[in-house]
């Protein structure tokens, strides 16, 4: 989406008189629900910020801590933003005390505001350009885009959703898959705003959508780096076509359903290589490694 925003300047904060300039603002709206930290973790690969909203009566929970800590490796500038405000039970004031307990924020950075009544909504935007840093990359260096999602229309055929990290994308060019080593032509290149909206190119640090005659999303992987073809670059470190989990040590949040508590497990252990889900959870804590309770935190 395209937003108007001339910040604060001269004597006394008084904005400058001419028109604002307009930035265009990529949005990706993510499940906040701990099983779908796949998804949050592949959006999060295309974005440079986050706003962590926060539910004003209930206060943290797990999926805020296990999406936070997603953010956070992810070096990714956080806005908090605690929602809800116009609800009888809600207690701003708690959250942010939460907030800078558990993962020290500053509770001076919390927006609050309300989806229902609009209210504080319109310091979110201004705050997502005051504080989000642009796209890193560089506009002179051969094409790296970074493929994000992919999906099938009956008339396209696979529509990619890329994130352009380095150079610049044209339609007609000719692009070549890291992973399959495919080459492709482009046939249709554009943005999401939010419907398909050709624009025939692509610069460094735009997320948009390329069609490029791709036969079934099998060819299209999660994670793969599109380029040039006949040019040599350095793949990016996008790779995230494991549905499993593999680190070292990891940090598991879970969120006990007989009371008001959130646990924090670590699991010591060797490389993991488990597809851990509710139902196969308890089994992995009792039998594959052991755990320790590294913070326990009453809410």
């Known amino acids: 989406m395209f937003y108007r925003h001339n910040p604060s300047s001269g004597v006394n904060g008084i904005a400058d008189a001419q028109d604002p300039p307009s ?5 990706i709206d993510t499940p906040g629900h701990v099983d779908f930290s796949y998804e949050v973790s592949r959006s ?4 440079q910020g986050a706003l962590l909203v926060v539910d004003a009566a209930q206060g943290v929970q797990a999926q805020t801590v296990a999406n936070f800590y997603l953010a956070f490796e992810s070096n990714l500038s956080i806005i908090p ?3 809800k405000i116009d609800q009888p039970t809600a207690d701003p004031d708690r959250v942010k005390a939460q907030l800078k307990s558990l993962f020290d924020l500053d509770p001076e950075d919390a927006l609050l505001t309300s989806a229902k009544t609009g209210q504080g909504l319109e310091h979110v935007l201004p705050a997502v350009i005051e504080r989000i840093p642009a796209p890193p990359g560089n506009c002179d260096s051969p094409l790296r885009m970074l493929l994000l999602d992919s999906y099938y229309d009956d008339y396209k055929g696979v529509i990619c959703h890329v994130a352009v990290v380095d150079g610049a994308l044209h339609k007609g060019d000719k692009i070549t898959s890291a992973a399959t080593s495919q080459v492709y032509e482009v046939k249709d290149v554009g943005i999401m705003h939010p419907e398909l909206t050709p624009t025939a190119e692509l610069f460094t640090g735009q997320v948009g959508y390329v069609v490029s ?5 099998k060819e299209a992987r999660v994670g793969d780096t599109l380029y040039h073809a006949k040019s040599t670059v350095v793949p990016l470190p996008g790779n995230f076509m494991q549905s499993t989990l593999r680190r070292n040590n990891f940090f598991l949040f879970l969120q006990l359903q007989c009371g008001s508590l959130i646990v924090c497990f670590s699991l010591i252990g060797s490389p ?18 052991q755990y320790s309770i590294l913070a326990l935190h009453t809410i």
């Open 23 to 27: 930035f265009l603002l990529n949005l």
């Open 44 to 47: 999060l690969a295309a974005c």
């Open 81 to 83: 933003v605690i929602n």
């Open 213 to 217: 005659g791709m036969r079934s999303t």
């Open 272 to 289: 993991v290589d488990v597809v851990i889900n509710r139902y196969t959870l308890p089994i992995f804590l009792a039998s594959k490694y």
